[in-house]
């Protein structure tokens, strides 16, 4: 068992980046005096030629980027070892390479995993984060030229788990990163899907869904660092939120550096409530540094139902219940069809409809 070393400061919330996480929730996972173990987190449920799994000590396999995030510090100070996922140069994966969390106790645990995807290579990795867990864990994401990677990440964890997680792409030259991430467990989720590149011509496109309630937190910080030329980014997270005291938060943050010339970025948030008492914080940001881009923007909204669908279906001798939960599978429907796998698609919906039962609405 692992624990930190006198480098690390926990966070009070008086800083901007956990200025909206109750910090009294996190499970003793930024606590110096709870101790945290180091775990390796994932399995291969689906062994596929092409990918290898090995597990390395972090020693000889250190951090591919740099962070400034707390939970992220404090993981890698308690790993000490991670897993390394290698998809071979031009391979291409039939189907998805699925991901499941293993060794997780209940109790406090830290887990890394490098993906690397050699020159182009095309696969999609499908990770499922489910049971009960108090983890704190960064993937990070490694795409050699020319490479194609989608990675979906499902957090249907139980009521009771706490989830810190960084998901962190560095994308070289001419590759494609797609990210598709759905939040609809657990007591406390704060994740972090961030991208930087590493040649021109590379892109990303980040898209995820996140539904809350009772008493819920989800929070997703997203930040794309456009720091080489003729990159490419689009972001776009739908959100839902019923029920008493049900909380999301969406910080979108896309910095444009003064080389990046011929960037084209466009990131998106939407909120939907349900029901009083809940709340939903949203904060789209864009800093630029250079004139010579394609283009830049972003757009935020939150509200309520919109009156004419409901109108428009009741009118057509569907009961309300039915037609609230047509109208949220409909606003879900763009990002879970990204998904690409109808049992998963199902699966995810059918939830959201018995959470949207228990809470009424």
Request: hydrophobic content about 40%; aromatic content about 6%; some cysteine.
């Amino acid at each position: 068992m692992s624990t930190l070393t006198t480098n690390y400061l926990a966070p009070t919330g008086r800083e901007e980046a956990w200025r909206f996480t109750p910090l009294a929730r996190v499970g003793g996972l930024l606590d110096s005096a709870v101790a945290v173990s180091s775990v390796n987190s994932i399995k291969i449920a689906n062994p596929q030629n092409g990918v290898k799994l090995t597990v390395k000590s972090v020693v000889d396999q250190p951090a591919i980027s740099t962070s400034d995030d707390l939970a992220t510090i404090r993981a890698r100070e308690v790993v000490t070892e991670v897993s390394h996922i290698e998809l071979a140069a031009n391979s291409q994966l039939e189907k998805p390479l699925l991901l499941e969390r293993a060794n997780l106790t209940g109790k406090p645990q830290a887990s890394r995993t490098l993906i690397s995807c050699g020159a182009n290579s095309h696969a999609t990795i499908i990770l499922n984060n489910s049971g009960d867990a108090i983890l704190s864990d960064e993937v990070e994401f490694d795409l050699a030229q020319g490479a194609t990677l989608t990675f979906v990440s499902l957090q249907e964890w139980s009521s009771k788990a706490i989830h810190l997680g960084r998901q962190h792409a560095v994308i070289s030259k001419d590759a494609t990163f797609n990210s598709v991430v759905v939040t609809v467990g657990g007591s406390l989720v704060r994740l972090l899907p961030t991208v930087e590149y590493s040649g021109p011509g590379s892109s990303a496109d980040l898209q995820g869904l996140y539904f809350a309630t009772d008493g819920q937190h989800l929070e997703h910080r997203l930040h794309v660092d456009h720091n080489v030329p003729n990159a490419k980014s689009r972001v776009n997270y739908k959100g839902a939120l019923a029920g008493d005291k049900a909380h999301t938060v969406w910080i979108g943050d896309v910095y444009i550096r003064s080389n990046a010339e011929g960037t084209d970025t466009y990131e998106l948030n939407r909120n939907l409530l349900l029901s009083d008492g809940a709340r939903a914080d949203s904060v789209p940001n864009l800093e630029i540094e250079t004139g010579e881009i394609v283009g830049a923007g972003h757009a935020s909204t939150t509200g309520r139902f919109d009156d004419e669908q409901l109108f428009y279906l009741s009118s057509r001798g569907i009961p309300a219940e039915i037609a609230r939960r047509l109208v949220i599978r409909g606003f879900f429907a763009e990002i879970v069809g990204k998904i690409k796998d109808e049992e998963i698609e199902n699966r995810l919906m059918d939830r959201i409809d018995s959470e949207l039962a228990k809470v009424g609405a």
